[in-house]
Nanobody, 116 residues
Framework: QVQLVESGGGLVQPGGSLRLSCAAS????????MDWYRQAPGKERELVAH????????NYADSVKGRFTISRDNAKNMVYLEMNSLKPEDTAVYLC?????????WGQGTQVTVSS
């Protein structure tokens, strides 16, 4: 089993920044690809950013390209999402996801609210 715990969410004004963290434990290893998803009230869960197991490949949703950056520190079993130029439409619960072969795991999520 893999445990994922997100942190770093909160209330921020439009144009502001936040850095989300995801701490992985249990049987986690650097072989897991990692993602950040988000889910806003009444909307489907959306893939925000993906990073490969080695960290050499990243992908982003069009809505966050140029504003968000995903990274990982395999020595610390940590994954991060740096979010800049935040907009009200970025408001959602952000969830960390780990996947390898047929196994995948989810964290509980952290709330991000962008409002003035």
């Amino acid at each position: 089993q893999v445990q994922l715990v997100e942190s770093g969410g909160g209330l921020v004004q439009p144009g502001g920044s936040l850095r989300l963290s995801c701490a992985a434990s249990g049987s986690f290893s650097s072989l897991y690809a990692m993602d950040w998803y988000r889910q806003a009230p009444g909307k489907e869960r959306e893939l925000v950013a993906h990073i490969s197991s080695g960290g050499s490949s990243t992908n982003y949703a069009d809505s966050v390209k140029g504003r968000f950056t995903i990274s990982r520190d395999n020595a610390k079993n940590m994954v991060y999402l740096e979010m800049n130029s935040l907009k009200p439409e970025d408001t959602a619960v952000y969830l960390c996801h780990a996947a390898r072969w047929s196994s995948d795991y989810w964290g509980q999520g952290t709330q991000v609210t962008v409002s003035s």
